[in-house]
């Protein structure tokens, strides 16, 4: 059984860092893609970060240059760095494992999710 277990999230003030980490047992960790999604109040779910077992990343626009994602296949944990944060980055992140695609930012592309973490960043 997979499973997909969020920490890191909090809140911080514009300017801030945050680093969001997910903790996965059950799946072979060095074997597809992961990612970190997030989900703002009233908006979908939105592909922030992705990274392949090559170590290939993709990023939103809205996150480059500020978020950096990483994961280490010993530990089988997926982290991301955030840095610069700002307001609009707000919201719940989710950790994302199996993709059907190439660094998929699509949330039906994904197997496994975890329950999220909330990150909140004021203004």
């Known amino acids: 059984q997979v499973q997909l277990v969020e920490s890191g999230g909090g809140s911080v003030q514009a300017g801030g860092s945050l680093r969001l980490s997910c903790a996965a047992s059950?799946?072979?960790?060095?074997?597809?893609?992961m990612a970190w999604f997030r989900q703002a109040p009233g908006k979908e779910r939105e592909g922030v970060a992705a990274?392949?077992?090559?170590?290939?990343?993709r990023y939103a626009d809205s996150v480059k240059g500020r978020f950096t994602i990483s994961k280490d296949n010993t530990k089988t944990t997926l982290d991301v760095q955030m840095n610069s944060l700002k307001p609009e980055d707000t919201g719940m992140y989710y950790c994302?494992?199996?993709?059907?695609?190439?660094?998929?930012?699509?949330?039906?592309?994904?197997?496994?999710w975890g329950q999220g973490t909330q990150v909140t960043v004021s203004a």
């Open positions: 990274i392949d077992k090559y170590g290939d990343t």
């Open positions: 059950g799946y072979d960790f060095s074997s597809g893609c």
């Open positions: 994302a494992a199996k993709c059907r695609y190439y660094l998929a930012f699509s949330q039906s592309d994904y197997n496994y």
